[in-house]
């Protein structure tokens, strides 16, 4: 099963910019659609964007768009997710997770078909 890994978390200002990657142990994952989801403390799990397997297709959460973007490069087996912009309100733990029923879903992949999920990287915004 692929596994997954986040990095780039990390304690920023608000209005400062962050990058994320997720690294796939598996070249399957080139087949997958990818999904970032965030959870901060005391609140549930929040789905924030979401790219196909080509890259062609994005979906982002109403409170972020404009802000972040997500992309992905399939020859290292990475995706990204650029975050400009922060404030407090993006302060939580971040996943990555990936869709192994399909490449894309319309309008977005579903949270329920997203398996196996990453361990997470804190991302903290000072105000």
């Known amino acids: 099963q692929v596994q997954l890994a986040e990095s780039g978390g990390g304690l920023v200002q608000a209005g400062d910019s962050l990058r994320l990657s997720c690294a796939a142990s598996?070249?399957?994952?080139?087949?997958?659609?990818m999904g970032w989801f965030r959870q901060a403390p005391g609140k549930e799990r929040e789905y924030v964007a979401a790219?196909?397997?080509?890259?062609?297709?994005?979906w982002y959460t109403d409170s972020v768009k404009g802000r972040f973007t997500v992309s992905r490069d399939n020859a290292k087996n990475i995706v990204y997710l650029q975050m400009n912009n922060l404030n407090s309100d993006d302060t939580a733990v971040y996943y990555c997770?990936?869709?192994?029923?399909?490449?894309?879903?319309?309008?977005?992949?579903?949270?329920?078909?997203?398996?196996?999920w990453g361990q997470g990287t804190q991302v903290t915004v000072s105000s």
């Open positions: 598996q070249r399957a994952f080139t087949t997958y659609a």
């Open positions: 997770a990936a869709d192994r029923t399909s490449g894309w879903r319309l309008p977005r992949p579903l949270i329920n078909d997203f398996n196996p």
């Open positions: 790219i196909s397997n080509s890259g062609r297709n994005v």
